[in-house]
């Protein structure tokens, strides 16, 4: 069976695998998204400008971004601070910390949620220092950027990680010899090489954070307009049967998420320019 | 949109003889590890120490709640059906992908790794259009009595769509890594392609299999977002784990959420151990 | 078994890997397919394999079209370049596979494929390796192990894909030594793929020339050595002087046009103090260079602005005593026209 081309091979099997692939595929991605796309067309324009610019949903998409910006940006920096040393300080119990840097992905969000909810609440072993000092984080919007960046952080590190570890340790000795100090080596000679994996980790925690919802919605205190993110907003519309308003909310999110795909497939196509 | 589950961590190389000076390293590690602290170790020690708060006895009796055990059940067939599915497409895709070129190729694994990008809810919410009331398949459900959302299947569903890329993924780079020689070797010899799959693929694919099963496992049981949306929250017959842990800790009952949630703060860390080794045994098979 | 290839066309997208190529192969016989890389040389052996499937043509193995049937069937031995070793089995495994992959049965007894790994280990000198992993084994190891396994089957043909590719100079020669050595033992018709030119000379008992696709010439070592075809085979068989137009050469009856090429190999270039005939050109040594057993010497001719390169042996060149910057006489001792300038 010659599915798309003949193809040079002598290895059997091409046939029935792809035509699985294709298969299952379609069944369990492409038809249940595509019921997303035909319920949107199914709105009027109107209809669909009315669920999805509302003061609220507006409100919502705000506190989103804006979040999962700031998650982001947290994370350029700590992320790349935490695989710059994990790969070059060795200290004692590197590879367990190193293991550690996975949790946000190996633990269950709603464990992520209630735990980071309640050690950042004022009676939590965080909130109990912040509090006094005027810093609340638990049920505000401060609360969403620290649960995004908690589930952002491994994107950063495990983006950047690689690239620093195959850094080749003749050029910041070739940097050396030709005079420039270590800060120099770095700004001038590392970080321009560091950049595209920064920038792919930075796009990835923030995709992440948009679409998340079970780590954050137990510290966000969920305050419409204030502290209520979209995803949440999806699900209050769909409980109160509110199918259309949802449907109109979730394009948008998926929109912006093949958007933030495609970006990153253009980063981490620019990410390996230089690669022989 | 590739998850950090692809990057196989080396172990560095610490003979740099140019580096930093000593209390910059000092500080810069300090600086890390009180982040790492901060976000990640506090976080999972907050998790058993609210869980053991009142004691051992009252923790396992916790645990031992039916509607706790329910919960476990439902999770445990959940991973059960999802995980062996995708770990059949796992293979299969990566098979035709990574032994064969085609054209399209790049839009296909784009494709499987579509669910990585959806928010949870909306990998909910698809199946509410789909089997919900007003959805596509609504009033031929209702009509035939079939129940698919708010049961079991709907969660199996949603769990499926969300688990789907986990094991391909981890797949094709490896198997495209390891190139078509060995089987290409084995074919000459005589062999025959299931003889040739099973002689020499897998035992050459066998710890990337574990490290994709073991992922898909962790997701499969903890999936939150999306299982939420399907699920209806039915106590003791549609509740998960991770919906259990919230129902009780929407009740005040910190102490039980806590127990609960610990169950699947275990289930991380083994998970973390085991990808530990399974990475490092990828690497070994990986070609340069 | 003899082999025969009839008009094999296989084109890669736009890129044509063989164009029309025909070869026979007869039985017995060790030969190399020698070419630069992107000549066709590696896509023949696949297709003689079964590897790949031509286009169009045929591949006759004894007499019978065996084009259409599967890689499995046609009872070839098959060498990677990068040996493709099982890494996750011992070389016991590794060298029992295409028996134990047999249907029942045909397959032999666990007595008699024991004793055919110790007779294939002793063959390929490596005794008491069987329990070892491939990843414990030196370059040289693989590589015969990796044949120990193809001829396990007891292959009609064996193919070797640029067998000895990747190891180093000397292991180089002392294993073509050896599959020379090998070949004389077991006279399986061998096909093995190279680049390398001297590889070629040494071992195999008939070369194919190969490039762009096509075979430029076939013959024994001494006929393509001796007697290429075009500029392209003389090219590729060692190093080679051009002069553009005419020129006068020792040897008698050569054609001569005004658009034709002499090529002279660069140890068939002469040098002398005195002019010893009409061929003779006047010349100043440029460079020195002292490779081992032979000096290679840079020349420009006067009066032009092309350069010569002749290659002496140290005897000779310590009897001339040459210096650089000295005006000598250089003269072609043979000399080969090609009408047309050749690519090369």
């Given at each position: 069976m010659k599915l798309f081309t003949k193809h040079h091979n002598v290895l059997p099997g091409f046939g029935p695998t792809m035509g699985y692939t294709l298969l299952y595929l379609s069944l369990v991605v492409l038809i249940p998204l595509s019921a997303l796309v035909f319920k949107t067309a199914g709105l009027s324009w109107n209809e669909f400008l009315e669920a999805v610019a509302a003061p609220r949903v507006l409100a919502s998409y705000k506190v989103t971004f804006g979040a999962a910006l700031a998650a982001a940006g947290i994370n350029a920096v700590f992320g790349v601070l935490v695989a710059w040393v994990l790969v070059r300080y060795p200290f004692p119990g590197r590879r367990?910390?190193?293991?550690?840097v996975d949790l946000p992905f190996a633990l269950p969000t709603a464990v992520a949620g209630i735990t980071l909810a309640t050690v950042y609440s004022p009676n939590g072993w965080v909130g109990k220092i912040l509090e006094p000092r005027g810093i609340k984080v638990a049920f505000t919007p401060l609360g969403i950027i620290v649960a995004m960046t908690f589930i952002g952080l491994p994107f950063?590190?495990?983006?950047?990680?690689?690239?620093?570890?195959?850094?080749?340790?003749?050029?910041?000795?070739?940097?050396?010899?030709l005079g420039a100090n270590r800060w120099q080596t770095f700004r001038r000679v590392l970080f321009p090489l560091l950049t595209p994996s920064v920038l792919t980790g930075f796009a990835l925690a923030f995709a992440r954070g948009v679409g998340e919802y079970g780590s954050i919605i137990f510290i966000a205190g969920n305050m419409p307009m204030v502290s209520e993110i979209t995803p949440l907003l999806i699900l209050t519309k769909l409980e109160q049967y509110d199918y259309q308003g949802a449907t109109a909310i979730a394009t948008v999110m998926l929109v912006a998420s093949f958007i933030m795909l495609l970006v990153i497939n253009l980063l981490q196509k620019w990410s390996r320019r230089y690669a022989e | 949109m590739?998850?950090?589950t692809r990057t196989l961590t080396a172990h560095a190389n610490g003979n740099h003889r140019i580096t930093e000076p000593a209390p910059v390293r000092w500080v810069l590690t300090t600086v890390a590890l009180v982040f790492l602290a901060l976000f990640l170790a506090l976080p999972l020690a907050a998790v058993f120490s609210q869980a053991f708060e009142k004691g051992f006895g009252t923790y396992l009796l916790a645990l031992k709640e039916p509607d706790t055990l329910a919960a476990v059940k439902l999770t445990l067939i959940t991973a059960a059906v999802a995980v062996p599915l995708n770990l059949v497409f796992g293979v299969m895709a990566s098979w035709a992908i990574a032994k064969f070129s085609f054209p399209g190729k790049n839009l296909l694994i784009t494709l499987i790794d579509l669910p990585f990008s959806v928010s949870p809810i909306i990998s909910g919410l698809i199946y509410v259009l789909i089997f919900g009331r007003q959805g596509w398949l609504g009033p031929f459900l209702e009509a035939h009595d079939i129940k698919i959302l708010f049961a079991v299947p709907g969660i199996l569903l949603a769990t499926i769509f969300v688990t789907f890329p986990f094991i391909a993924r981890e797949l094709i780079p490896l198997m495209e890594s390891q190139g078509r020689d060995e089987?290409?070797?084995?074919?000459?010899?005589?062999?025959s392609g299931l003889q040739t799959f099973f002689r020499i693929t897998l035992p050459n694919i066998k710890w990337g299999i574990i490290y994709g099963v073991i992922l898909c496992n962790a997701r499969a049981m903890g999936e939150f977002g999306a299982v939420s949306v399907v699920?209806?929250?039915i106590r003791g017959i549609t509740n998960t784990v991770p919906l259990q842990v919230e129902i009780l800790y929407n009740e005040y009952n910190y102490t039980a959420a806590f127990a609960v949630a610990s169950l699947l703060a275990f289930l991380?860390?083994?998970t973390l151990a085991v990808k530990s080794v399974a990475e490092w045994n990828v690497r070994e098979n990986m070609e340069p | 078994m003899s082999i025969e290839i009839e008009s094999i066309n296989k084109q890669f997208g736009s890129f044509t890997a063989l164009g029309d190529v025909s070869l026979s192969i007869p039985s017995g016989e060790l030969v190399a397919l020698l070419g630069p890389s992107g000549s066709g040389k590696t896509t023949l052996l696949r297709i003689i394999a079964g590897l790949e499937s031509p286009d169009s043509g045929r591949i006759l193995f004894n007499g019978e079209d065996t084009t259409e049937s599967h890689v499995r069937e046609r009872k070839v031995g098959f060498v990677f370049q990068h040996y493709a070793l099982f890494k996750h089995m011992t070389v016991f495994d590794n060298v029992v596979f295409g028996l134990t992959v047999r249907p029942k049965e045909t397959r032999p007894s666990k007595g008699e494929i024991r004793d055919k790994v110790t007779e294939l280990l002793r063959l390929v000198q490596l005794e008491g390796m069987a329990k070892r992993y491939p990843a414990q084994l030196s370059g040289g190891q693989r590589q015969r192990i990796a044949l120990a396994r193809a001829l396990a089957v007891e292959p009609q043909v064996l193919l070797l894909d640029e067998p000895f590719g990747a190891l180093d100079a000397q292991v180089r020669t002392e294993l073509r030594r050896w599959l020379r050595r090998l070949h004389d033992e077991i006279h399986v018709t061998s096909v093995f793929v190279t680049h390398d030119q001297e590889e070629a000379l040494e071992v195999a008992d008939r070369i194919v020339v190969m490039n762009k696709?096509?075979?430029?010439?076939?013959?024994?070592?001494?006929?393509?050595?001796e007697h290429p075809a075009n500029p392209?085979?003389?090219?590729?068989?060692?190093?080679?002087?051009?002069?553009?137009g005419r020129i006068q050469s020792a040897g008698e009856g050569q054609p001569e046009a005004d658009n034709s090429v002499s090529y002279v190999r660069s140890h068939d270039v002469e040098i002398d103090r005195s002019q010893h005939d009409s061929s003779s050109l006047k010349a100043e040594v440029k460079h020195i260079q002292k490779l081992g057993p032979s000096v290679r010497i840079t020349l420009s001719i006067n009066d032009s602005e092309s350069f010569v390169e002749a290659e002496l042996t140290r005897d000779v060149f310590q009897n001339l005593d040459l210096q650089q910057g000295e005006q000598v006489y250089v003269r072609p001792r043979q000399v080969r026209v090609f009408a047309e300038d050749y690519q090369i």
């Open positions: 367990l910390v190193d293991a550690l950063v590190v495990r983006t950047v990680q690689p690239v620093i570890e195959e850094l080749d340790a003749e050029i910041e000795e070739a940097a050396a010899c | 590739s998850a950090p089987e290409e070797a084995a074919m000459v010899l005589g062999a699920s209806g929250h991380a860390l083994i | 696709g096509r075979i430029e010439q076939a013959g024994t070592p001494d006929q393509v050595y392209f085979v003389l090219n590729f068989l060692g190093n080679v002087n051009l002069f553009h």
